[in-house]
């Protein structure tokens, strides 16, 4: 029963009661007290630790919406706009034309075995690049031998090359809905739809599923959560085959292994009375790194896939109103079951019109079986607007919005997707904050990298990739988005109890910063380096590049 | 190739309904059916399990992830199992747009696109349509559809102007039915050869035509399209245009898809047209 007590520059608890310390006791991997070395030396015999006096310790950071694939993409090549970093600390740089993206592909197939072996990239972004889409040709120029297909940071659109075409016998003659043609009838290179997508995959062998949801798969999703601070992270819709119950299980059972992960189940995936048995029964396999229990719905698609399910006046540009996953009869059928087995339900909401429908069934829901401190969550809520914010606290929901789609795609939002007004308004936190509903920021990775730092500074300035300012009302303070990647997302996570603040009894979760996030300027806190992590005690520290 | 059909339509127009109609019915062929939408698992078993098929509930398609796709995936698992089936029929969810769904079947080269069928609720789907969370989502299965089931009929106010508004909505041709009931000929095919062997609902009739002269291509198109009765035509014929390929003339409503079927090596070009009788008079050879 050895006690470590580690010193730093300044310790930021979110315990309002004790918001700064200099010193944090750690005992059993729980955190015994903050304060000063004074303060906490009645607790008796400790080991002192001056090895982050230099530091700024944070609670460890709670991604309350990101996805485990993120781990796996990094098993292949990254040929996006924006710089990222993998698993291992690499940094790879971001690609800001096709002609770009096309000489990494060749220099990348230049490592691979000469065996028609498939070349699979991920991450293009070619939503800032001006002029012609990318097509047969380009990727053509990388290999006319093995199988190419690069797919796009949405995750819904993939580019490919002849061979891809040759095996998958996609031709001018091929008239299915998604095989994008250029005005002459002949198939561009893009595929649009799952359908098209996905035999794609198959003619060239690809089970991508497979291969983003393995043991390595998961443990490159605790590492490249670890380098951004992150201690605790969802996996926010998963159909939890064995498979990759077993890759959890075997990943989180090492003490090495650097997150507390949280996989939400898919309730799309298998009805109700069954769904709800199978989370029970996950249940019992949960220990300190592998939490199940909670569920998520998905009911409209995205903004700017063009799907989001939009109240009137619907899409800016005059697109059509998007798809439902699943209908509004539905969505109140299966809330309800979750809802009476005593469930806290995540429920992705992109639309406001899904927003509403959300929140009603969550209202009927409610009125039908009574219950305290559900915390159902809209997940996205990107379109929700103050009155919408009203009923979720009312309703004692809790929302966690997609901050990082302001700078990511908020400029296509203002421009094409949603028009100026409610651009400026999209994933509210001002309102969120000032009403008082419980709210959490979040990247959603892999369509956005991890990174709750660089969260909080687009909940906090609000700019775009172009450097437009959107919507100045809705900015929040760096001290409420800290509390908002800490405890706020544990709280609608449910967890605030156990994690989230530097308090007596916690886990000892830490995410240990070299600079202090709230003395830097607001418009830097993207750049505070990340040193590493502490999880139940144990240090991790950030491979450097 | 494996005959492929959809079944779409909203929540309680009557899928399930007709799903179970088709396999109560579906004497000799051995069905296999995957439902895209647990809402509505409750499918008869034992009439599955009689006709040897197979009842797979499926997770929608999640557009939170869309990396996998478990229609597709199950469905090519179906595939490559050992036994064999004469047709595969999805029930698509309440929601879905079961013409996308179809699409598999032009992409797979073990499956013939067959139809797809869209259930609408003759007392509701006006109602339906007007509503603005789902009224898009209606229209736009309606809209896909090669064949219309217009079910409940009995249970509408007036059948005659829901049946008038539904034909302002779409081309395809307009099934009357009461709890589904409707011949299976005319929704899941002649049988798998498209030769006329089964007897179709006396409602309708089928008709083969032979041909020891190439076919211009045109002139049978214009035939078909021109028909509005015609349900259904299926069959193996030599255009002028190709006399040394089988194209397979395949069509479902008013949908018609032309596939290519190998050389030549039949004695003559045969089709078999399925409609309600007498309409078909009009309908002369070349
Ligand atoms: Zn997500
Ligand atoms: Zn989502």
Known sequence: MSTIV???????????????????????????????????????????????????????????????????VWKFPYVGFFERTSPDGKRSPGLKSIDEVVAALQVYEKTMPKDGSTLFAWGFDPIYFTGRRMNLGDLDKVSTERPVLVLHSNFHVLNVNTPVFARANITRHTNVHGIVKDDKGEPTGELQENTAKYLAYKAVGIDLSGLLSDEPATWGFARVAQLAGVTTATDLHNTLPDSTVLAYEKATASVDFPLRLLPAFAALAMPPDDGIARVRALRKKNSERLRYGLVKMVTDGSIQGLSARMRWPGYYDGTPNGV???????????????????????????????????????????????????????????????????????????????????????????????????????????????????????????????????????????????????????????????????????????????????????????????????????????DVPVWGTMVGGRIFQAPRT | MIPFTVIGGFLGAGKTTLLNRLLAGAAGRRFAVLVNDFGALDIDGKLVAAHGGDTVALANGCLCCTIGDSLVETLLELLERPERFDHIVVEASGVADPARIADIAVLEPQLERDGVIVVVDAAEVQERAADRRVGDTVLRQIKAADLLVLNKIDLADDPAAVHDWLSTQAAAPILEARQADVPIDVLFGLDRYGVAGSKPDQAFRSWSYAWSEPVGREALMAMLSDTKDVLRAKGVVRFADAPDRRSIVHMVGRRIDIGDGGPWTEEESRLVLLGPKPVLGSLQRE
């Open chain 1, 324 to 526: 439902w996953n699943v209908g509004p009869d539905e969505i109140d059928r299966i809330l309800l079951a979750y809802h009476r087995a005593g469930f806290q339900v995540h429920i992705h909401t992109n639309g406001d019109e899904a927003s509403e429908v959300a929140i009603e069934s969550v209202e009927r829901a409610l009125a039908t079986a009574p219950r305290w401190d559900h915390r159902h969550t809209l997940q996205h809520a990107q379109m929700a607007d103050a009155g919408q914010f009203r009923r979720m606290k009312a309703l004692g929901m809790c929302a966690n919005l997609f901050a990082n789609h302001i700078f990511y795609w908020g400029d296509v939002h203002y421009a094409r997707t949603m028009g100026p007004e409610r651009a400026e308004r999209m994933d509210a936190c001002g309102t969120a904050l000032g009403l008082g509903v419980p709210f959490a920021i979040h990247c959603d990775a892999p369509v956005t990298p991890i990174g709750p730092l660089f969260t909080a500074w687009c909940a906090v300035n609000r700019l775009t990739a172009s450097g437009r300012v959107l919507g100045t009302a809705e900015r929040i303070s760096v001290a409420d988005a800290l509390r908002a990647i800490t405890l706020g997302a544990a709280y609608t996570l449910k967890l605030d109890e156990e994690l989230g603040s530097i308090d007596v009894g916690k886990r000892a979760d830490f995410a240990i910063l070299d600079e202090d996030p709230l003395a830097v300027p607001p418009e830097k806190l993207k």
């Open chain 1, 6 to 72: 580690y010193a730093a520059r300044r310790i930021v608890t979110m315990n309002p009661d004790n918001p700064f310390a200099t010193h944090v006791a750690v005992r059993d991997g729980r955190i015994l007290g903050a304060g000063t070395l004074e303060s906490l030396s009645g607790w008796g015999r400790f080991d002192l630790d001056e090895q982050f006096r230099d530091k700024v310790i944070l609670p460890g950071f709670v991604e309350g919406h990101s996805h485990a694939y993120e781990g796996g």
